[in-house]
């Protein structure tokens, strides 16, 4: 038996709480793993309230990353004692995830926690940061380089907004973060970002296709007018990673931007990533985040806290990443 938070579901009213599970309740699956951290994403705030039909079945068990060591293995690549790491594969979605202490899942999903890496540090850095390097490597991959110019960063206070201005600022780009709240201009100045806008210059719905060149680059968590606007608003041959859509899902834009500037939109997806893509983040993850950088915006947080702050995470209330101790490392 192991515990774990299960999320119920009752006339379109789902409900959580902490209950003890048979090992026999987990999912198939050739490697399982005791849980030793987990974190907090906006999907898992999804998942927690019940939105976005992420979830099929109920009984359920949320989290969409984990962090511990194999306990059972009949995957050629693991054995028992060897600590992994898991983000993305829909786990957490339609299959049980990391809120608990055993999660059970396919072998060739996971990814060997990297020597340099915690657990903690793992899943401080978790789905979200994991993402804001892969938006960092599709702004690359398409020719961004520091000389370029400012690279802008949307949604900058969350948790993919503070890794990537994290990343950015270690790895020499000038960079501009966009947030909402007025008492993280300072948090951010801390973190590498050389300028912090309000958000609210990118609230409204676009009134031209093009508007003045400024961005060589951006990390977009925002979705909706932001994109829109920034799209406008980008330097010829420049690119948008769009990677979330906190402010929406929906946007309203011309192809005027491609057709006369040359800009790129890079979609960035995290749960299907392939694996040779995968490790490369996570050996660049090593190499480029400044781990003193990640404890400034990483909080500590246990297994109790997690409905509150999956509950704040869709609000926006959030700062940063969190690390969510489960269990002691066996
Ligand atoms: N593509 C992928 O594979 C992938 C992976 C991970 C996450 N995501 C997506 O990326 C987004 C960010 O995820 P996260 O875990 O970093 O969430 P988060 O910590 O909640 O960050 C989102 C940030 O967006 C800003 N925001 C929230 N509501 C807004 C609104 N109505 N209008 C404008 N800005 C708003 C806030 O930043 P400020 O307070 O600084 O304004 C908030 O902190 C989510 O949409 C998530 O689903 C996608």
Not at 181 to 200: M, N, P, W
Request: aromatic share 6%.
């Amino acid at each position: 038996m192991f515990n774990a938070l299960v999320l119920e579901e009752s006339a379109g009213v789902v409900t959580h709480a902490v209950r003890s599970v048979d090992d026999a309740a987990l999912p198939a699956g050739d490697v399982t793993v005791a849980v030793e951290y987990t974190t907090v994403n906006y999907k898992d705030g999804l998942v927690m309230g019940g939105a976005g039909g992420l979830v099929k079945r109920y009984p359920h068990v949320p989290g969409i990353d984990f962090c511990g060591t194999v306990i059972e293995s009949q995957h050629a690549k693991y054995r028992p004692g060897e600590r992994v790491i898991l983000t993305g594969w829909r786990v957490g979605e339609t299959q049980w995830g990391g809120y608990a202490a055993r999660a059970r899942v396919n072998g060739d999903w996971l990814v060997p926690l990297p020597s340099a890496l915690s657990a903690r540090q793992a899943m401080a850095i978790g789905t979200a940061g994991f993402t804001a390097m892969l938006a960092v490597m599709a702004l690359e991959d398409h020719g961004l380089t520091p000389p370029g110019g400012e690279v802008l960063v949307t949604g900058a206070a969350g948790g993919v907004g503070s890794v990537a201005t994290a990343l950015l600022a270690a790895l020499g780009y000038h960079v501009t973060a966009s947030t909402g709240r007025a008492d993280a201009h300072e948090y951010l100045k801390t973190l590498g970002a050389s300028q912090v806008i309000d958000r609210t210059l990118f609230a409204d719905p676009a009134r031209k296709p093009l508007e003045g060149e400024r961005w060589a680059g951006c990390i977009d968590s925002v979705g909706g007018n932001t994109f829109a606007r920034v799209l406008a608003q980008l330097k010829y041959g420049g690119s948008i990673a769009a990677v979330g859509l906190a402010g929406g899902s929906k946007v309203d834009t011309t192809v005027i931007p491609f057709l006369l500037r040359g800009v790129n939109v890079l979609g960035i997806d995290s749960v299907m990533c392939p694996m040779p893509r995968r490790l490369s983040a996570w050996r660049r993850l090593c190499a480029d985040l400044p781990l003193a950088k990640l404890e400034q915006f990483t909080l500590d947080a246990t297994f109790a806290d997690l409905p509150q702050l999956a509950a704040d995470i869709v609000r926006g209330q959030v700062r940063g990443r969190v690390a969510v101790r489960v269990s002691h490392p066996i």
